[in-house]
């Protein structure tokens, strides 16, 4: 099974239609639903499993293009050694194999949206919430899970004077779209997998790219790196190597970028496309917009449900906070099943949960697709 870390969906509504017809991936503008989960690491990852041997099928949101986390976004390749019943997995085979786990739950990702607006339109006892992402899906749902680590991974931005200007029309720190950079004269700073794998994504569409680097070192995939070197010597993009140093342009059109080598020399590279790609840092983001109680950017929660102050939104994970709270991922999965009970209370209000092992239960077995 693919890992998703493998899919760069430029959108939402890019990622529909991937390959394999798995995971399933929307860009409904409109959707109603019974739970919605902010944050796909693994412990929104595991929080899936759990809602879906309780009958509740999850759509899980997150501002980057692919799951995983931390663990995916941040160690991928290292190993993890406190997984019960895993002696070492690395960060990105346990998103694998989570995703693996899940899959019988069918669940729906929107990829590549922030959460930004939480907003609660129901009462205490039959809650509902309106949940708006940055790309303008709206979701109605019954319960909310918070599974939002750290916060939201968001791009650093490079000290370049007056780049603002240029942000959103002429300078974007994500490709959400690839159609919206046809025909363009894009300019790419960086020397990691985003900044490679975008330059040999665009290289076919744009008019023109150039790729600029501080030194001819590449902390990318070497096949990448290879690859876009072959594109360099066969006249196809331009390689240059420096700092952007300032912008040219008019209004928010960009025209050039000035730059400066090694040896303090400067010079222009004409382009109406900047994108700067210097990694993620995490902030706690919208998050502290949405009415719940914070306690030094933490979520406080109850450790019976891991329910917040909010009825119907629970905080699982690293966001959460309570009396003896570890930030590990087994804390996280251990919270994800205490929350899917009380989701399921409001879900279905009339339902009777009885507690089944998935080793002697038919019906949680026909569920996971092994009976
Ligand atoms: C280097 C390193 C090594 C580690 N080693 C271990 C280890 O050995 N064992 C262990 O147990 N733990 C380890 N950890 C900690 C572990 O990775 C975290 O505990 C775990 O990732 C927390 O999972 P999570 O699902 O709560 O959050 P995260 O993994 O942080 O995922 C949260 C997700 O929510 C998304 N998000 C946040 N806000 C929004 C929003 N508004 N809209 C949309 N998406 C949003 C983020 O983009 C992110 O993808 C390590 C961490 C690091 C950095």
């Given amino acids: 099974m693919k890992g998703l870390s493998a899919f ?71 190993p993890i050694y406190d997984i019960p019943g895993f002696p070492i997995v690395t960060g990105q085979g346990l998103v694998d194999n989570l995703v693996e786990q899940i899959r019988p739950f069918g669940p729906t990702f ?123 010597a066969s006249g196809a993009m331009d390689l240059r190597f420096g700092q952007v140093t300032g912008l040219e342009g008019e209004g928010s059109a960009l025209s050039a970028a000035i730059c400066r080598d090694a040896s303090g020399e400067t010079f222009s590279i004409p382009c109406n496309t900047l994108l700067p790609f210097f990694g993620l840092t995490m902030k706690l983001g919208p998050i502290a917009n949405w009415g719940l109680n914070l306690n030094e950017n933490l979520i406080p929660a109850d450790t019976e449900k891991f329910e917040t102050n909010v009825p119907g939104i629970f905080a699982i994970g690293d966001i959460n906070t309570y009396p003896g709270k570890l930030k590990l991922i087994l804390s996280g999965f251990h919270e994800a099943a205490l929350a899917a009970q009380k989701v399921h209370r409001y879900v279905y209000p009339d339902k009777r949960l009885t507690f089944q092992y998935t080793t002697s239960s038919t019906s949680l077995q026909k569920k996971l697709g092994v009976s």
């Fill in 110 to 232: 929107h990829l590549n949206q922030m959460i930004e607006a939480l907003e609660p339109i129901g009462t205490a006892d039959a809650p509902r919430f309106r949940v708006t992402t940055d790309a303008g899906t709206v979701f109605e749902t019954k319960c909310v899970v918070v599974a939002a680590g750290g916060g939201s991974f968001q791009p650093k931005k490079p000290p370049i004077p007056g780049i603002e200007a240029y942000e959103g029309s002429s300078v974007f720190y994500a490709v959400r779209k690839m159609e919206a950079f046809r025909g363009r004269d894009i300019l790419i700073v960086g020397g990691g997998d985003s900044a490679l794998d975008w330059t040999l994504n665009l290289q076919p569409i744009a008019n023109r790219v150039t790729l600029m680097h501080r030194r001819d070192e590449f902390r990318a995939a070497p096949h990448s790196v290879e690859q876009m070197r072959a594109l360099v």
């Fill in 8 to 78: 760069q969906p430029a959108t939402a509504a890019d990622a529909a239609t991937d390959r394999e017809g798995w995971p399933a991936m929307t860009n409904d503008n409109m959707i109603e639903c019974d739970v919605v989960i902010i944050g796909a690491g693994p412990c929104g990852l595991f929080a899936v499993f759990e809602l879906g041997l309780l009958d509740i099928r999850a759509h899980l949101v997150d501002i980057l293009p692919k799951v995983g986390g931390q663990c995916a976004e941040l160690y991928p390749e290292k």
